[in-house]
DNA sequence: GAATACATTTTGACTAGTCAAAACAAACGG
DNA sequence: CCGTTTGTTTTGACTAGTCAAAATGTATTC
């Protein structure tokens, strides 16, 4: 059974992995876990002793076939609970993921069966993140961000690809939850703005990096 | 906040020094978390330097008013995330108590207020065992158990206060759940054995010990 | 009251995970 | 090409929790 700091170190890979070659950097994987640059060398040569994760010196780490799934299994504890938590216990929509960072440890398949079941077998969560599945498949799907779709289109949003409180509750204040409807009106390169208007609302702008932190869909 | 392992020998001592003047010995202890009496003796002696227990040496150890409240805190969330798991999840009787091992350690405050809510503020968790509140008062009542109530009285079941898987799928498979009606048609205390009836089934032969972790009261 | 039994405590050692700081490698700028 | 910057690895040390086994009290028995 891996301990509790095992699974963090692989879910961490695993959603720092997305985009790069699958190859993270120890400096990006000790800033996300709080920790020093040291102990995530020392920590990565265990995992890959274990054969979780293969370790490129000076270069990076990346998930096995093992390490993956068991990274899997984690994300899909965290979104499930999450998923519970919003749904089912009412709660706040930025404040869960703190929550589930702690219950993702603890909770077992037999229960997280049950809760998949009353929960009605969501394949995303509260967030609009996709919950990998039983047997760790994930509906990797490609979608546009409000950086890069393109202008004056209906969209929806799918998902909010930011955990920190801060910016959960300024999308939610925004209304930029997902299956909310939106349109970029405007998008300025040189001052890194983009300015969107939500039918009804009154026109935001934010920064392009944060804009990129919002996929969108086409509407309908 | 305390670490997980402090708040399973908390957890341990409050439950174990029921019966005694509270004072619970390091054996006993040592049994109850799996661990060598050594560890024991060592881990109790942190404790008390943080003022969770007091230790008297080669007599037992005995929570603070700090380590009682803390142990009550744990125990609440042990039994309301039991009371979760059987009335919400609809899981087996028998196999909660390992599950709530796990999450009593994970689940925040928030969470747990919620929850409570939600199995409308239980007084008792499904072995009948009382749920302390949120400030830690305990309903602390006193049951006679089948070992030592009058015979053939018309009895029910209130509580069963042993957590083993076997026992409480012995109780279960018998009807001995709280709520039960029972009655002691005999018991012998030379050859150690009690036998009781339930309405409508066939009468049930057990021993004096297993008697004894069955609490009852008086019908109506 | 001495001898024995039993529980407890002590001692030394080990594992997992962490940090601080020194040593190192690779890339980059001039 | 050489020096500097930047990110990575190594080293030594520390904490929490544990065990095995020896040492020590305390009780019990005769």
């Known amino acids: 059974m891996p301990s509790v700091t095992v699974e963090n170190y692989l879910k961490r890979i695993l959603l720092l992995s997305a985009g790069n070659g699958g190859l993270v950097s120890m400096g990006a994987l000790a800033e996300a876990l709080a920790v020093v ?62 929550e589930a960072e702690q219950l993702e440890h603890a909770i077992s398949d037999a229960v997280l069966d049950r809760l998949d079941a009353l929960l009605g077998h969501p394949s995303v969560d509260p967030h609009g993140d996709p ?48 299956g909310a409807a939106v349109r970029v009106t405007d998008r300025h390169l040189a001052s890194g703005l983009v300015t969107l208007r939500r039918p009804g609302g009154r026109p935001l702008t934010l920064s392009l990096v944060a804009a990129g932190r919002i996929l969108v869909e086409p509407e309908r």
Request: with cysteine; charged share 20%; hydrophobic share 45%.
């Open 37 to 98: 640059p040291g102990t995530v060398t020392t920590m990565v040569k265990a995992l890959a002793a274990d054969g979780l994760v293969v370790h490129a010196p000076r270069r990076g780490v990346r998930l096995t076939a093992a390490g993956r799934r068991l990274a899997l299994g984690v994300l899909r504890r965290h979104r499930l609970v999450e998923t519970f938590l919003v749904n089912v216990l009412k709660m706040d929509w930025g404040a869960v993921n703190a």
């Open 131 to 178: 919950i990998p599945g039983r047997q760790g498949q994930l509906p990797s799907q490609v979608y546009a961000t409000l950086a890069t779709c393109g202008l004056a289109r209906a969209l929806r949003v799918v998902r909010v690809t930011d955990q920190s409180m801060e910016f959960l509750q300024f999308a939610e204040k925004h209304g930029l939850r997902p």
